[in-house]
């Protein structure tokens, strides 16, 4: 259950921070990848419930430990990219994972209750954490659409600029 649990968190991680692009995926690829240990002091400091699942995962399974490894060191390099251009973003998106993280072992509680009070009790937790998630998701939706649209300006205000410069760079083309 909680490699499980891990394996969400990796996908929940990746869905968030893929959401953003960071420049040319070339100059990424150039960099040297963040050793273990780089990985371990970052998900310390900032995701310390994924630390222990780890742990575990590297005495059950070596192979999925060494892959997981590698795809939350890509993810903490996005992380860092993201944190440059957009600080707040950067953090809501670390809130939301915890977020995630807590509401797989609420999620846990609810199947393992053994009494209808207690289900409910944690089903109306899971239920304000699944509601909180999901207006992140909203909000981070709402972000990468301000982003293109941005973009979308740049890229208009650009083409006005060389439509208003064509007859002059066509004139200046000619007397050479």
């Given at each position: 259950m909680k490699t499980k649990m891990m394996i969400g968190f990796s996908v929940a991680m990746i869905t968030c921070l893929s959401l953003v692009s960071f420049g040319d995926d070339d100059d990424y690829e150039d960099r040297e990848e963040m050793?273990?240990?780089?990985?371990?002091?970052?998900?310390?400091?900032?995701?310390p419930e994924a630390t222990s699942e780890l742990k575990k995962l590297r005495k059950e399974d070596p192979e999925a430990y060494a892959e997981k490894i590698e795809n939350f060191?890509?993810?903490?390099?996005?992380y860092n990219e993201l944190k440059k251009e957009s600080p707040e973003v950067a953090e809501k998106i670390?809130?939301?994972?915890?977020?995630?993280?807590?509401?797989?072992?609420?999620?846990?509680?609810?199947?393992?209750?053994?009494?209808?009070?207690?289900?409910?009790?944690?089903?109306?937790?899971?239920?304000?954490?699944?509601?909180?998630?999901?207006?992140?998701?909203?909000?981070?939706?709402?972000?990468?659409?301000?982003?293109?649209?941005?973009?979308?300006?740049?890229?208009?205000?650009?083409?006005?600029?060389?439509?208003?410069?064509?007859?002059?760079?066509?004139?200046?083309?000619?007397?050479k």
């Open positions: 050793s273990e240990a780089q990985i371990y002091a970052f998900l310390q400091i900032h995701l060191g890509q993810e903490i390099e996005y670390l809130e939301t994972v915890r977020l995630e993280i807590k509401s797989w072992h609420v999620a846990q509680k609810v199947n393992e209750a053994k009494t209808p009070a207690k289900r409910k009790e944690h089903m109306t937790q899971l239920e304000k954490m699944l509601n909180k998630i999901f207006d992140f998701h909203l909000a981070e939706g709402e972000f990468e659409v301000q982003q293109v649209e941005k973009e979308l300006r740049e890229i208009r205000a650009m083409l006005e600029k060389r439509k208003a410069s064509r007859e002059r760079v066509i004139k200046s083309e000619s007397k």
